[in-house]
């Protein structure tokens, strides 16, 4: 199961999906009947862009101002993210909200907050 709770019934190799895509183009001719796959987009016959993508350290300002603690190699082992929270040089991993309670509970402080505050203002994001 995933973090949702739902079966996850695939497979995360995407170059067997790919190479799939590829034999099932290559004996159309062969298989008329063969069922197509579809939904799915073959990175393979792109070139590569040469980018590469990282996850940035959050600088030290930054976790002073909004009194983030600094990440700590000796800290505790079962902590969720530990990769992406050594990434960012936090303590806690900082990530966006995404669980349906965490969706309510932003939902109902971002009503409070702007329904106590100045209606004609805009949220304090920061």
């Known amino acids: 199961m995933n973090q949702l709770g739902i079966v996850f019934s695939d497979h995360l190799d995407v170059w067997l999906t790919n190479n799939l895509l590829v034999l099932l183009k290559a004996t159309k001719c062969l298989i008329p009947d063969s069922v197509p796959l ?13 980018e590469t993508i990282t996850i940035l350290c959050i600088p030290d300002s930054t976790c002073a101002y909004f009194d983030l603690q600094l990440f700590d190699p000796s800290g505790d082992e079962k902590l969720e993210h530990k990769f992406l929270t050594r990434c960012q040089c936090t303590k806690y991993t900082v990530i966006s909200i995404h669980t349906t309670k965490e969706k309510v509970l932003f939902k109902r402080l971002m009503q409070h907050n702007l329904n106590e505050g100045n209606q004609s203002s805009k949220p304090d994001w920061t």
């Open 38 to 50: 579809t939904g799915w987009v073959n990175g393979d016959l792109y070139t590569p862009g040469g």
